[in-house]
């Protein structure tokens, strides 16, 4: 028992200090030639797939698949696959004509600034968001597609900015603000389907789309759902991750490293104006 709480504690600390060390880079969008060959090999394979969207048999999308899956077609194949399944299921065709304004005023999410490297930002202070409240009025499945509306519009945004020249790569940044983060409105017992579904269907549909998640405010409570989800990360998504607790001395420095002030709100320690 004892033992288990010592492992524990020292697994969580070789997290953090891995996360802090761990340093993300742009998209490699460089392939040698074997991987070339690979790629085109899995293009011919997913041919017969009906694709939703013209993006998902994009070569950038396809190699996202084959670098998930180490390579092995056939998992990269039914990964696709899956993908393809869950869009229909889930009605993520029909997802941009809802009406989100409710959403909109009550759990704002940012996306319209950009990082030094011209990539987008999918910014929000979700510890201002009561998701207990909205559990009890039953519209937890409703929070949850919002989020899901606003990463499909970031991934579009990305490729639009790619297809123009103005980024390289298709990524984006992903800022989650913890402040104000409380057991009682984001720990509740069915608030806790929130982040398995998000990181669920984020390494499954979205694989590697972040270039940076950066989390700042994050509270000693927070650790739970970090163990919860833990456990579904991928490799890149580990990389990724910085996980920075309330000191504003110590995150301001980093989350400003590639980010101008002018491209995150008042409370992310910004500048920019919001209504
Ligand atoms: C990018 O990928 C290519 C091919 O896999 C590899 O040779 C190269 O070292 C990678 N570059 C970086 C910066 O990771
Ligand atoms: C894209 O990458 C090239 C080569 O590294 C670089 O010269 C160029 O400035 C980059 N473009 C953008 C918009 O970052
Ligand atoms: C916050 O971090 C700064 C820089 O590391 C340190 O000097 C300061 O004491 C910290 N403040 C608190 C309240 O821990």
Redesign the pocket.
């Known amino acids: 028992m004892l033992l288990n709480k010592f492992l524990k504690l020292f697994l969580v600390h070789v997290f953090f200090t891995f996360c802090m060390v761990g340093d993300s880079s742009q998209e490699n969008l460089s392939l040698t030639k074997s991987e070339k060959q690979k790629l085109d090999k899995f293009k011919k394979s997913v041919s017969t797939i009906k694709f939703p969207q013209p993006w998902m048999k994009e070569d950038l999308n396809l190699l996202r698949y084959l670098r998930a899956r180490v390579w092995d077609s056939q998992r990269a194949k039914d990964m696709l696959t899956e993908t393809v399944k869950w869009w229909r299921d889930y009605g993520m065709d029909n997802i941009h004509k809802e009406d989100w304004s409710k959403y909109e005023k009550e759990f704002p999410i940012y996306l319209d600034g950009v990082d030094t490297n011209g990539q987008p930002l999918f910014a929000f202070t979700f510890g201002e968001w009561d998701l207990r409240k909205a559990v009890v009025q039953g519209r937890l499945k409703g929070v949850i597609r919002w989020l899901f509306k606003r990463r499909d519009e970031v991934h579009k945004k990305v490729r639009d900015l790619q297809r123009e020249g103005k980024i390289n790569g298709t990524q984006w940044n992903f800022i989650l603000n913890l402040d104000n983060f409380n057991s009682h409105q984001h720990l509740c017992a069915q608030c806790l389907q929130l982040y398995t579904e998000w990181t669920g269907t984020y390494e499954t549909h979205y694989p590697a789309g972040a270039d940076k998640i950066i989390i700042i405010n994050s509270p000693a409570s927070f650790e739970i759902v970090l163990n919860l989800v833990r456990p579904l990360f991928s490799p890149s998504t580990r990389q990724a991750l910085k996980v920075l607790g309330p ?4 995150w301001s420095p980093i989350l400003f490293s590639g980010i101008d002030k002018d491209q995150l709100p008042e409370n992310f320690g910004g500048t920019r104006h919001y209504n």
């Open positions: 000191n504003k001395s110590e």
